[in-house]
């Protein structure tokens, strides 16, 4: 039985949880009509098509627009063996060690803004904090200067998530494609700087952009326009998405006093709560495979070629692997919620999930040992494109702790 879905309707934005459950319970596969894409929503269909790198292939892109075959294939948008040869490339710039390296720097900057924020104490927690710590570790792994390019990146990574899911819109479709133009006009001579420097013998730095212009494939250098469309992809893919998260921990903790209590009262559980919050809200609601084959989903039959859009957030909130999936708490069993898929699953589960939970960790750290809570001083407005799930706006009220630590 089909029914309804419209994925760009404020109300779905809103509340995605309810029509999940719907889906999932009433059309677990569906086709859009308008758009003509094809969707799935429960957990074990997502993970058996994630699996099937053969018959689903990642060449066409993420998003709903099929990608054209001048754009540069890069590990979201790559299948094997590029893939993993890709990954392979920027594997050191995401292992533990590296990662951990990096929380000193976390830590500071989280420690400058949230001394910032004391001060206020009224504030929008996605301008203070959220959205300022992920594009700033992004612009280090970049190399490129945060201080002065943080209010121009955050625009154009706005633009441009935004536009991934909005190409039926022709303004933003256009926007989208112009500051796709500036970034790439940003980062050319940047890369090119770098690729002087390789070729002349001299080491370019150990930031990521360096190592992938480092790296070698098949024996040559990365081309140029891959390690563009690189950037262009970490820019995005590791900025928006864990500023939601963040977002969206704070928001859900103030809808729920009473695991914030719980988390008050016993700080371990810390890492559980952000995978809690990580489940229930998945910072990006679906991405995009392509059927290299047809193929029957249900009673659907799915022409070759098809957008197939896998709905993360609703396989988040299957009651197949989640008991009482719409209850928010964070003492759930770690072995159980770790079967979520905010960060896909597969050979393109996302590498920067272990980065994202320890920005998202440092802040509720730092924020601990400032603050009792936070109040609401007006409603959340919601991210207002259908690419990301949660906050937009967070303004609160902060409560100073009362016994500093
Ligand atoms: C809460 C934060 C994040 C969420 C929810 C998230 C989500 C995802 C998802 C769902 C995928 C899988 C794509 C697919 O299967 O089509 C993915 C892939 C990826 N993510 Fe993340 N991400 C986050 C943070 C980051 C960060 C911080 C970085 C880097 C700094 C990053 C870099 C990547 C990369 C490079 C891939 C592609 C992996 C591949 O194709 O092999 N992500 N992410």
């Known amino acids: 039985m089909a029914t309804e879905f419209d994925f760009y309707s404020d109300e779905f934005q809103l509340d995605p949880s309810h029509k999940f459950q719907e889906m999932q319970e009433q059309c677990p596969f569906h086709h859009s009509e308008k ?77 400058q803004r949230m001394d910032a ?26 190399d490129i200067p945060f201080d002065q390019d943080y209010e121009k990146l955050l625009m154009w990574v706005d633009a441009i998530a935004g536009g991934v899911f909005s190409d039926h819109d ?33 080491d370019p730095g ?33 900025s928006g998405t864990t500023t939601t998260l963040i977002g969206s921990f704070f928001n859900r903790m103030m809808a729920h006093p009473d695991q914030w209590e719980k988390l008050l009262a016993d700080p371990a559980l810390l890492d559980n709560a952000i995978e809690e919050v ?42 197949e ?25 597969g050979i393109h589960a996302c590498i920067g999930g272990p980065l994202a939970r320890l920005e998202c960790k440092v802040v509720v750290e730092e924020f601990l040992k400032r603050f009792d809570g936070m109040e609401r001083m007006e409603p959340m407005v919601p991210y207002p494109y259908p690419t990301l799930h949660g906050p937009y706006k967070l303004p609160v009220r902060l409560t100073a702790k009362k016994h500093a630590a």
């Open 321 to 345: 692997v989640f008991e009482n999936p719409l209850e928010f708490d964070i003492t759930r069993d770690a072995k159980v919620l770790r079967k979520h898929l905010s960060f896909g699953t």
């Open 206 to 238: 150990d930031d990521l952009l360096s190592l992938i212009v480092k790296a070698r494939i098949d024996g040559e250098p990365v081309p140029f326009n891959h390690i563009l469309s690189f950037a262009l992809f970490l820019l995005v893919a590791g």
């Open 278 to 319: 990580l489940r229930i809200d998945s910072p990006v609601h679906g991405l995009f495979r392509t059927n290299n084959v047809p193929v029957k989903l249900g009673d659907l039959d799915v022409p070759v070629d098809s957008k197939i859009c896998l709905m993360w957030g609703s396989a988040n909130l299957d009651p």
């Open 35 to 111: 758009f003509d894409w094809y969707s799935v929503f429960r957990h074990k269909d997502i993970t058996s098509i994630v699996r099937d790198n053969e018959t689903y292939s990642a060449r066409f892109g993420p998003g709903p627009d099929r990608a054209t075959a001048e754009s540069a294939p890069v590990l979201v948008s790559a299948d094997p063996p590029l893939h993993s040869k890709q990954k392979k490339a920027i594997t050191a710039a995401f292992n533990p060690q590296t990662i951990a390296a990096m929380e000193p720097g976390i830590r500071a900057f989280v420690s």
């Open 170 to 202: 022709e303004e933003m479709h256009q926007q989208r494609l112009d500051m796709m133009t500036n970034v790439y006009n940003y980062f050319g001579p940047h890369i090119q700087a770098k690729i002087d420097l390789d070729k002349a013998g001299k």
């Open 117 to 142: 924020m004391a001060e206020m104490p009224e504030c929008d927690l996605m301008v203070e904090i959220a959205d300022q710590l992920p594009m700033w570790v992004i612009c280090k792994m970049l």
